[in-house]
C-alpha cells in the first residue's frame, strides 16, 4: 500500500522561527510535491522536485524553500515564519512518467502566532 | 494557461439523494482529470481518473465521472448519497509542458449531506 507520511499532524511556532516540515514516501518516486491549503483557495503549489537535489519553484514560492538529499525525502523549509503562513500543508508524490496520480500525506496544519 | 473551475462552493444533499459537483477546465490537448476527496483534517484521497478511453469513469465508493470534451467539463455523480460522504471534493487537470506532473486543482465543492 502506498504511503507519504508528514512528521507533525499539528504544529504551533512564533514568528520569525525557522520551521521545517518532513515528508517521506516510500514507493520510490521520482516526483515530490509540496503544496499549500486555504479555505476558499484551494490547493496551490509551493515547489516541487523531480530528482534529488532538483527542484523547482511553483506558484507560490515567496517565504519558502526546499532540500530533497534523498529520494524518499522532501523537506518543506519556512526561513522566517510568519502569521500570514499559517495554513495546512500537503506533501504529495508520483512516478516520473505520466500521467500519474499524486499520494498525499494526512497534511500537518501549522499555526504561526 | 490551464485553469479549473468548480462553480459551486457548497452544497447540501439529503441522504439517499443524487449527486453531482461540477467541474469544468481550461485546457489545450487531451486532459488527463483527477477527482480527489478530502475529509475533515485529511489528506486527499484519488477518487477516479480519466486519462483516455471510456468517457464515464468509475470510480471508489459508488462515484463515477463523466469526461466531456465539447463542455471542457468532467462532473463528478454519485446516484445515493450517504451521510459518510460529507466531505470536500477537489477536481484537478495535469499541466503540460514544464509542468507535467503537476496537477492544477480547483477551490473545492465542499459537500453537506443531511439526515
Same mark, same amino acid.
Given at each position: 500500500?502506498?504511503?507519504?507520511? /508528514? +512528521?507533525?499532524?499539528?504544529?504551533?511556532?512564533?514568528?520569525?522561527?525557522?520551521?521545517?516540515?518532513?515528508?517521506?514516501?516510500? &514507493?520510490?518516486?521520482? !516526483? &515530490?510535491?509540496?503544496?499549500? /491549503?486555504?479555505?476558499?483557495?484551494?490547493?496551490?503549489? *509551493?515547489?516541487?522536485?523531480?530528482?534529488? $537535489? &532538483?527542484?523547482? $519553484?511553483?506558484? *507560490?514560492?515567496?517565504?519558502?524553500?526546499?532540500?530533497?538529499?534523498?529520494?524518499?525525502?522532501?523537506?518543506? *523549509?519556512?526561513? +522566517?515564519?510568519?502569521?500570514? /503562513?499559517? +495554513? &495546512?500543508?500537503?506533501?504529495?508524490? !508520483?512516478?516520473? /512518467?505520466?500521467?500519474?496520480?499524486?499520494?498525499?500525506?494526512?497534511?500537518?496544519?501549522?499555526?504561526?502566532? | 494557461?490551464?485553469?479549473?473551475?468548480?462553480?459551486?462552493?457548497?452544497?447540501?444533499?439529503?441522504?439517499?439523494?443524487?449527486?453531482?459537483?461540477?467541474?469544468?477546465?481550461?485546457?489545450?490537448?487531451?486532459?488527463?482529470?483527477?477527482?480527489?476527496?478530502?475529509?475533515?483534517?485529511?489528506?486527499?484521497? =484519488?477518487? =477516479?481518473?480519466?486519462?483516455?478511453?471510456?468517457?464515464?469513469?468509475?470510480?471508489?465508493?459508488?462515484?463515477?465521472?463523466?469526461?466531456?470534451?465539447?463542455?471542457?467539463?468532467?462532473? =463528478?455523480? #454519485?446516484?445515493?448519497?450517504?451521510?459518510?460522504?460529507?466531505?470536500?471534493?477537489?477536481?484537478?487537470?495535469?499541466?503540460?509542458?514544464?509542468?507535467?506532473?503537476?496537477?492544477?486543482?480547483?477551490?473545492?465543492? #465542499? =459537500?453537506?449531506? #443531511?439526515?
Amino acid at each position: 500500500d502506498v504511503k507519504v507520511t /508528514q +512528521s507533525s499532524r499539528y504544529l504551533v511556532k512564533r514568528t520569525g522561527e525557522k520551521v521545517f516540515l518532513e515528508c517521506v514516501q516510500d &514507493m520510490d518516486h521520482e !516526483n &515530490m510535491f509540496w503544496y499549500r /491549503q486555504d479555505p476558499g483557495l484551494g490547493l496551490r503549489l *509551493i515547489y516541487f522536485s523531480y530528482d534529488v $537535489k &532538483m527542484k523547482e $519553484k511553483g506558484d *507560490i514560492p515567496e517565504g519558502y524553500s526546499v532540500s530533497r538529499e534523498k529520494k524518499e525525502r522532501f523537506s518543506l *523549509i519556512l526561513e +522566517s515564519a510568519s502569521t500570514n /503562513q499559517t +495554513s &495546512m500543508y500537503l506533501c504529495a508524490s !508520483n512516478p516520473r /512518467q505520466g500521467p500519474e496520480t499524486q499520494y498525499f500525506g494526512p497534511g500537518t496544519r501549522l499555526l504561526v502566532l | 494557461a490551464q485553469s479549473v473551475t468548480q462553480p459551486d462552493i457548497h452544497i447540501t444533499v439529503s441522504e439517499g439523494a443524487s449527486l453531482e459537483l461540477r467541474c469544468n477546465y481550461s485546457y489545450g490537448a487531451t486532459p488527463y482529470l483527477f477527482w480527489y476527496v478530502q475529509s475533515p483534517g485529511q489528506g486527499l484521497q =484519488l477518487l =477516479l481518473k480519466y486519462f483516455s478511453g471510456d468517457t464515464l469513469v468509475q470510480g471508489i465508493k459508488g462515484f463515477e465521472a463523466e469526461f466531456k470534451r465539447s463542455q471542457s467539463s468532467f462532473n =463528478l455523480r #454519485k446516484p445515493s448519497v450517504h451521510w459518510s460522504d460529507a466531505a470536500e471534493y477537489f477536481c484537478a487537470v495535469e499541466g503540460y509542458g514544464g509542468s507535467q506532473g503537476n496537477l492544477i486543482f480547483g477551490k473545492g465543492t #465542499k =459537500l453537506s449531506v #443531511k439526515p
